[in-house]
């Protein structure tokens, strides 16, 4: 197929609309809102995407009228909107949007909700469908949909539907997420509940499940025959901005791993689901994650590696220490960056290693899974003049480069045998152009078709949980004596490398990877 039919593919396919309905915010005043939700609905009503039958109604504490939203919109979506933006869309868009101030444990606030949206109903057709989204900080989820349920806003009877997506942090640790569940179940059904990570609205990271499943000749060698191990880097450049006080008190391992690493590691990991039905591929996730290996408290000290930047090394870029960012505690012992050794538990793993690591600060934004293949027996370059063979690698370029690449060696040309390095890429802009998304779209349009592929159940998030919660234990136990242990802007601290280093691995990324004659080739 060439590419211009390709692409002619993926705009025809894009797919049918929401249904009809209703979408509740709660904290519509933050920048979840504005930055990543309106532009998202915005990008879904351009595409055709959103029901005609659709309505917005904010809900937060800020005294604002409905008029002062919509002026609102109008000013953020000029600044964060991802599409060129026209005026109809617009116009129609903002007819739609409402608002309310109220306060979310006031039953008064309830009440008058139920009345707007009445009205609302009324005025757009929306036939009683209501979602709510739970953009508040996350004391506030449990009490919201208690005050939900008691106003009798809730119930999915006949024809209409209810549901409620909730953010994350899902919980700050095992206990908290399960009595967060059992809340949420004693009000709504599971299957109500839309748990978000937005990582899986990223497309390369449902590309895994295309790229494994869609295609014969990877998976008959993904697996503990052919795979040495797996490396996942989620890299950030950036530090923890305006967001300190919440950081401070969560660090990187809570907001990371039990979420976003998890689900790049059980998509990367996982059996072919008997069909893409919800629960069919969330049930072959859950049963990765309930595989990895429990880490003892000994596990810990030799598997897991923390760590919290200090100030950067170069002065051009003046990178303060995390210690002194806003509202950062000065003694602050919240680790920053994270490595982690992890094993499946099963016939497809047994004894491949999965390495992850994150952090903030580090030298470069990138986000990958490299599967790392064993190398080819070295006996037939025994009387030549290459010295070792370098192992075939494939990279899941999750963001910001898009795209995926296979290394190999090939002869580098000349008389005698010497091998280099290349690599066969695919950048997504190459075949579909680049996307406006937000990566909200599609989890926001999937929720309004009740397809709950893309969100986590309860057993899942509490499963991610279970899986640091010994390393939760162990470090809140033992407090870092080293911090601040890496400078601002370099791959985390030396521990990092030395977890790869002790099974005689090193990360890939700290490397200049690029098509060069390999080093081993001797001159
Ligand atoms: C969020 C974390 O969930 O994900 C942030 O709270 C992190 O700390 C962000 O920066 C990373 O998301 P993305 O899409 O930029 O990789």
């Not at 870029?317 to 499946?344: C, G, W």
Request: with cysteine.
């Amino acid at each position: 197929m060439s590419v211009s039919s390709l692409a002619e593919m993926t705009t025809e396919s894009v797919g049918r609309p929401g249904d009809p309905c209703v979408m509740v915010i709660f904290g519509a005043g933050g920048d979840l809102t504005r930055r990543k939700l309106m532009p998202a609905l915005y990008n879904l009503a351009a595409a055709n995407l959103l029901s005609r039958e659709f309505a917005v109604i904010g809900l937060a504490r800020e005294a604002m009228t409905t008029d002062q939203f919509r002026d609102k919109f109008r000013q953020d979506i000029k600044e964060f909107g991802t599409c060129a933006l026209n005026d109809d869309v617009t116009e129609w868009f903002i007819r739609r949007l409402y608002y309310m101030a109220g306060e979310f444990g006031d039953p008064k606030a309830y009440a008058q909700l139920r009345d707007l949206l009445d009205k609302v109903n009324k005025d757009h057709g929306c036939r009683e469908n209501y979602f709510y989204y739970m953009a508040t900080a996350p004391t506030f989820f449990a009490p919201i949909v208690q005050q939900l349920g008691a106003a009798g806003l809730v119930p999915n009877d006949g024809e209409q539907w209810r549901r409620i997506i909730v953010e994350k942090p899902f919980g700050r640790d095992l206990d908290s997420a399960r009595k967060l569940n059992r809340d949420l179940l004693q009000v709504v059904r599971e299957k109500q509940i839309y748990r978000i990570d937005h990582y899986l609205g990223k497309e390369t990271v449902q590309n895994i499940l295309a790229f494994r499943f869609a295609n014969g000749i990877f998976e008959p060698i993904w697996n503990r025959r052919y795979i040495d191990h797996v490396q996942i880097t989620v890299a950030e450049t950036v530090g923890v901005e305006q967001r300190g006080g919440y950081y401070d008190q969560s660090g990187t391992l809570r907001d990371m791993v039990p979420n976003h690493i998890l689900q790049l590691i059980s998509l990367t990991a996982m059996e072919p689901p008997i069909s893409f039905q919800a629960d069919a591929v969330r049930d072959e996730q859950s049963k990765i994650l309930h595989a990895i290996q429990p880490l003892s408290s000994e596990d810990v000290l030799t598997h897991a590696v923390r760590g919290q930047y200090g100030d950067g090394h170069d002065p051009e870029k003046r990178m303060a220490a995390y210690r002194s960012e806003p509202s950062v505690n000065p003694d602050s012992a919240t680790e920053t960056f994270v490595a982690m050794k992890l094993h499946i538990d099963n016939w497809r793993w047994a004894g491949v290693p999965f390495y992850l690591r994150t952090g903030k600060r580090l030298p470069q934004r990138h986000t990958e899974i490299a599967i790392q293949f064993r190398r080819a027996p070295f006996v037939l370059f025994r009387d030549t003049p290459v010295e070792s063979l370098s192992p075939n690698i494939l990279v899941l370029h999750i963001q910001p480069e898009e795209g995926i690449s296979l290394s190999f060696g090939a002869k580098f040309p000349g008389p005698i045998m010497r091998l280099g390095n290349v690599d066969m890429s695919f950048a997504y802009s190459d075949y579909f152009g680049s996307s406006p998304s937000t990566g909200y779209e599609r989890l926001l349009h999937d929720c309004m078709i009740g397809d709950a592929t893309l969100f986590q159940r309860a057993d899942m998030v509490e499963a991610g949980w279970s899986v640091v919660a010994p390393v939760l234990d162990v470090w809140t136990a033992l407090r870092p004596r080293t911090f601040p242990n890496y400078p601002a802007g370099a791959w985390g601290p030396k521990e990092a490398d030395e977890l790869l280093a002790r099974d005689g691995r090193k990360w890939r990324l700290n490397d200049n990877h690029t098509a060069k004659p390999a080093a081993a080739a001797k001159s």
